[in-house]
């Protein structure tokens, strides 16, 4: 017993260090599993508030470029309004989409790692939870991964792990968007079918398979195409529409009918482990 | 409460200030940022309690990954330099330097610069294999180690002259 303690007490130093090594290396290990069990993330109330305030500063800086995105999107909405015909005789009620959007804005942003996560200042007291998507007046930015009270953050189209379902305006055919780690420009389609005729500049858009995002959201255009020598599948370069490096005010996108789909489809789909 | 505990609470409120205000988002092209917060490990007390050493190496490299959203690579690698530090001193310094005053914060001599640099390219390392956590990716790791070590050894220097210039 004295033996035990007298070594504990001469290694106390190397113990705590491997005690502090352990936990580290937990979090570590979290943050790259795919699993959202993620401990120590910058949706929490301190480093929210902190990046608020950073933001509020920086926030000066950008209002130019803000506003002309918004007076941008503002001309498109009015374009829509001035051209929709007779309200009262449209069969479809505006609300059956289902989807419900709320405001936010981005107070920080990553990109030059290999998952890159990005803060908002919208939380689950503005209605935002879990696996809601994420968009700009421009296209998909991603969706949301954490929530607290304030704050939430957000896979972001640059993140290894992020996986969506999107498709080629002008034919229909699916694939689904991931990134490769290396530009901040492009994000890939892969999975793309061979029958697929592809040109270059084709828009994407999101899928209708989605239960994040609604159908024919704008992502990005076709820059360069390759075929998969494994799959021979098509993987197509998408120019995004969105600069990631630079992103203010966002829309987030709830899909108010999402639970019922997936209940649907997990109890149609028999378990097959 | 002595003085030195205190400049020592200040150096870890302001290097973590630094870091997640201005050097975090500075992406110089598009994927550099120095992490000149390990300066906070570097300049602790030669003979000063390694066990509060590693605790506070440890909640500044979470709060740092904390900010960042990566997890725990910075508190891994922080921890990690802080264990070695004595270590890279007796590299550095010679076996007895326990018994000379150590001061890292003064001219640049050769072993200050090669303890200084001993120190970054640790931490860079640890914290790069960490952070991008795949074998296929080693050598993206290892070349951010190389760009960043260079970042980071020129602001570390930078600021401890800034901060304490060297007497004529």
């Known amino acids: 017993m004295q033996q035990i303690v007298n070594f504990l007490f001469k290694n106390s130093i190397t113990l705590l260090f491997l005690l502090l090594l352990g936990i580290s290396l937990s979090f570590t290990i979290q943050s790259h599993s795919y699993h959202r069990s993620r401990t120590i993330t910058s949706a929490n109330a301190v480093s929210g508030y902190v990046y608020q305030q950073i933001n509020n500063v920086e926030m000066y800086f950008n209002l130019d470029v803000e506003n002309q995105k918004l007076a941008a999107e503002n001309a498109q909405l009015k374009n829509m309004l001035f051209n929709k015909k007779d309200t009262v005789l449209t069969a479809v009620p505006a609300n059956l989409g289902g989807y419900k959007v709320i405001q936010g804005k981005v107070i920080s942003n990553s990109f030059s790692l290999q998952e890159n996560y990005l803060t908002i200042n919208a939380g689950e007291l503005d209605g935002v939870k879990e696996d809601m998507g994420v968009v700009s007046s421009l296209g998909v930015i991603g969706y949301i991964e954490q929530t607290s009270a304030h704050y939430a953050t957000v896979i972001s189209v640059l993140n290894k792990k992020f996986r969506l379902g999107a498709k080629i305006k002008k034919n229909n055919h699916f694939g689904t968007l991931t990134w490769n780690g290396k530009s901040t420009g492009f994000a890939q389609l892969i999975d793309v079918p061979r029958l697929a005729t592809v040109v270059k500049g084709d828009t994407i858009v999101t899928g209708s398979e989605s239960t994040i995002f609604p159908e024919n959201i704008a992502i990005g255009t076709i820059e360069k195409v390759y075929i998969d020598k494994k799959t021979n599948y098509y993987t197509l370069d998408v120019r995004l529409f969105n600069d990631m490096t630079s992103l203010g005010y966002i829309y987030i996108i709830e899909n108010k009918n999402r639970d019922e789909i997936q209940q649907l489809q997990q109890a149609t789909v028999p378990a097959n482990e | ?168």
């Open chain 2, 1 to 168: 409460m002595n003085s030195t505990v205190i400049i020592n609470i200040l150096r870890f409120i302001l290097l973590l200030a630094i870091q997640v205000a201005v050097l975090n988002r500075l992406d110089l092209f598009g994927f550099l940022n120095p992490y000149p917060y390990i300066l906070f490990i570097l300049l602790y007390p030669v003979n000063g309690n390694k066990a509060l050493l590693l605790v506070s190496a440890f909640f500044m490299g979470l709060l740092v990954d904390m900010f960042l959203n990566t997890g725990g690579p910075h508190a891994a690698a922080s921890v990690t330099l802080a264990f070695l530090r004595p270590a890279f001193f007796k590299f550095s310094f010679g076996v007895s330097y326990e018994y000379q005053t150590i001061k890292i914060n003064d001219r640049l001599s050769p072993e200050r610069f090669s303890f200084i640099l001993i120190s970054v390219v640790t931490h860079h390392l640890i914290l790069f294999l960490l952070e991008v956590f795949r074998f296929n990716l080693i050598l993206t790791a290892l070349l951010h180690t190389l760009y960043t070590t260079l970042f980071t050894l020129v602001i570390c220097i930078i600021t401890i002259y800034l901060v304490k210039p060297a007497k004529q």
